[in-house]
């Protein structure tokens, strides 16, 4: 990568994704782009309001050493504020997690072969603990009394060889419920097309999740206009007071009546769609945020091209 002498690095850091220990393996990497003169912006993707532990001196080491940083909420700009100090809130950029520009797939439930007139409730991403998909599991009998045709759709995996203990609980709960026979159940890495196509079918998306510093699995539903059911966490309730797309939830009764309302309240469903695809097209688009990524670029590498016919080659 050095080699290639990049004018700007933009390394997207999420726990996991570099290796063993937490990741650490990122730091020399940035340490080594620093050092041949090649500029870094980082996006942080996971800072929590109360930081653990385990993750503290990873960021202070990527905070320290990259040039810019990026972070999805305004509460991670404060918690790195009180956690490293004000020279690293001062180099620290706010850009929303970008969604696509997309339509639903209008035949989606029938391509899934989904009863006719199921409400789809669904569960995605990966299986880990924090997700606590097993809350939705437990409580979707009494759901499915409120709404006898919905469905309840669950679609992910787990991350190599992460959280087994966790997937083998939550399957076992699926395969136990007394609402089975209206649940499916959709295992493995899952291809954009089928990504697109669950998101489709789906009349509401929940999200219990116990902790969240922001969420992709959001983006992409405010992408297809699908209300959202979640945890009151700090990050999901900044981005919910934005885009008004879904219900916040403090207890396992308050998911029961949110779920059932979205399926049962047509014309709050269709309220909190458009919300979503309205914040969408004016705030978060990816080519809104690409725009605001380059305006960042600028302020650090001064490459005047604008003018230039640059040609690309194969």
């Given at each position: 990568m050095?080699r290639?002498?990049p004018?700007?690095?933009?390394?997207?850091h999420?726990?996991?994704?570099f290796?063993?220990?937490?990741?650490?393996s990122?730091?020399?990497l940035?340490?080594?782009?620093?050092?041949?003169?090649?500029?870094?912006?980082?996006?942080?993707?996971?800072?929590?309001r109360?930081?653990?532990d385990?993750?503290?001196?990873?960021?202070?080491?990527?905070?320290?050493?990259?040039?810019r940083?990026?972070?999805?909420?305004?509460?991670?700009?404060?918690?790195?504020?009180?956690?490293?100090?004000?020279?690293?809130?001062?180099?620290?950029?706010?850009?929303?997690?970008?969604a696509?520009l997309v339509?639903?797939?209008p035949?989606?439930?029938?391509?899934?072969?989904?009863?006719?007139?199921?409400?789809?409730v669904?569960l995605?991403?990966?299986?880990?603990p924090?997700?606590?998909?097993?809350?939705?599991?437990?409580?979707?009998p009494?759901?499915?009394?409120?709404?006898?045709?919905?469905?309840?759709?669950?679609a992910?995996k787990?991350?190599?060889?992460?959280?087994?203990?966790?997937?083998?609980?939550?399957?076992?709960?699926?395969?136990?419920s007394p609402a089975?026979?209206?649940?499916?159940?959709?295992?493995?890495?899952?291809?954009?097309?089928?990504?697109?196509?669950l998101?489709?079918?789906?009349?509401v998306?929940?999200?219990?999740?116990?902790?969240t510093?922001?969420?992709?699995?959001?983006?992409?539903c405010?992408?297809?206009?699908?209300?959202?059911?979640t945890?009151?966490?700090?990050?999901?309730?900044?981005?919910?007071?934005?885009?008004?797309a879904?219900?916040?939830?403090?207890?396992?009764?308050d998911?029961?009546?949110?779920?059932?309302?979205?399926?049962?309240?047509?014309?709050?469903?269709?309220r909190?769609s458009?919300?979503?695809?309205?914040?969408?097209?004016?705030?978060?688009?990816?080519?809104?945020i690409?725009?605001r990524?380059?305006?960042?670029?600028?302020?650090?590498?001064?490459?005047?091209?604008?003018?230039?016919?640059?040609?690309?080659?194969?």
């Open positions: 050095v290639l002498t004018d700007v690095v933009h390394i997207q999420e726990f996991g994704l290796g063993k220990h937490a990741g650490v990122v730091v020399p940035i340490i080594q782009f620093r050092q041949v003169g090649v500029p870094v912006v980082t996006t942080l993707h996971t800072v929590y109360d930081i653990p385990d993750q503290r001196e990873i960021l202070l080491a990527i905070t320290n050493h990259s040039d940083l990026i972070v999805h909420e305004p509460y991670q700009l404060e918690s790195l504020k009180r956690h490293f100090g004000d020279g690293v809130a001062e180099k620290t950029s706010v850009i929303p997690h970008g696509r339509e639903p797939v035949s989606a439930k029938r391509q899934l072969e989904l009863p006719t007139g199921a409400k789809v669904l995605i991403g990966y299986f880990r924090s997700k606590n998909f097993e809350l939705i599991v437990d409580i979707f009494e759901i499915l009394k409120r709404c006898p045709n919905a469905i309840l759709l669950v992910g787990v991350r190599g060889k992460e959280h087994l203990d966790y997937r083998h609980m939550l399957l076992r709960r699926l395969a136990e089975r026979d209206q649940i499916r159940l959709i295992r493995g890495q899952l291809p954009q097309e089928t990504f697109d196509l998101l489709s079918a789906a009349d998306v929940a999200l219990p999740y116990k902790m510093s922001q969420s992709g699995i959001l983006a992409h405010l992408a297809f206009g699908k209300p959202v059911v945890s009151a966490t700090p990050a999901m309730e900044q981005i919910l007071s934005r885009c008004e879904g219900l916040l939830c403090s207890d396992t009764s998911y029961v009546g949110a779920i059932v309302r979205v399926l049962q309240d047509e014309s709050l469903a269709r909190l458009d919300n979503a695809r309205q914040y969408v097209r004016n705030e978060i688009s990816w080519p809104r690409a725009e990524t380059l305006q960042l670029y600028h302020s650090i590498v001064d490459v005047p091209l604008e003018k230039i016919r640059v040609l690309q080659l194969d």
